[in-house]
């Protein structure tokens, strides 16, 4: 395998997953329990045996380089790292423009890194992957540079850069989030979307991001500008990650990768990994997604009282350490490390973040409740969604949200 380094950018605003990024960066938004959404790629890349890794930050970065100094040291003995890298304005009084912007703003690492291949990927996405066969695609290819691509329904691709290919797998068409996107050769129904998981060779990578931030009126982002200016010039080819394997996958994870920049995408990508046999599987001992661990007590369920039906019960669901399921249910629904589910309450198909306690005779349905709430006992939440969205956030699906230690 060729010298690689990877570019996470860490540094947007999430805001279309608001409120949940009102204090946090996107990439610290709490997932699957006790993970966070940065753990997915960190896991792909070092699983794949990529050990020169930065993630690039910039808003509200603080608890995203706790999580990372927490969990994720590498030795730097052996040349290996997972560094924060804060915007450092060294190319003039600006933060990140834009994607392509913000490895132009650190050029400084790559070539102080002496690495003859670079990736760049997103860090606000689920899936798993082995990058060792994208950068073999990549190299056998000998691309200036490599998109990770998906077949994706056409009626949704307007949310992505759709592309088209040649035989080869030659980029040659690219729209970034068309109005109306174009269909793949192969099945009108679909289009071929980028996923924002990108390989470069590393002269070719300097001099593109360099080259851009000279072009006035550019938005320095790598699908609105660099794509669309170096495909039809350069070699770009088009890896089909649907093609892609992984230790221990089953065949029904073949392909799964979800964009969880929404609420209601947040809330659908939660629901696909509490089902008996779930799509997005993350108890595979072969393909680990790591994280930062607190020291927690085992989740605890208590009261078996039948006849008042006062039972500590959880089903297909994700319950975290340190969760006291105290004559409470739970159902279809993940709990953050030390959430409280107090006698004769009821909740189902939500999540809900560290420290959250729910009273008594509370029934909570299809809500993201994030951390430190105190859910007063006889609360109401998800059944009256007028009533709830004069309080709280409700999204476009009717999910209700409740941001992070709101009085209730």
Known sequence: MPNVIAFILAGGEGTRLR????????????????????????????????????????????????????????????????????AQMRTGKSWYKGSADAVYQNLNILRESHADTVMVLGSDHVYKMDMRQMIDFHTKSNADMTVAAIPFPLNEASNFGVIGVDRSGRMVNFAEKPKRPFPMSSNKKMALVSMGIYIFKMPFLTHIVAHDAMVKGSQHDFGKNIIPSVYKKSKVMVYNFSKNNFPGMSEGERGYWRDIGSIDAYWHSSMDLISVSPVFNLYNRLWPIRTAMDAHPPAKFVFADEKSKRIGMATDSLVSEGCIISGGRIDRSILSPNVRINSFSHVEESVLFENVNVGRYSKIRRAIIDKDVDIPPHTIIGYDLKKDKKKYFVSEEGIVVIPKGAKV
């Not at 753990?39 to 890349?45: E, G, K, M, P, W």
């Open 19 to 86: 409120p949940l990024t009102q204090d946090r960066a996107k990439p610290a938004v709490p997932f699957g329990g006790h993970y966070r959404i940065v753990d997915f790629v960190l896991s792909n890349l070092i699983n794949s045996g990529i050990f020169k890794i930065k993630v690039l930050t910039q808003f509200k970065s603080e608890s995203l380089n706790r999580h990372l100094k927490k969990g994720w040291m590498l030795s730097h003995l052996l040349d290996q790292y997972i560094d924060p890298v804060p």
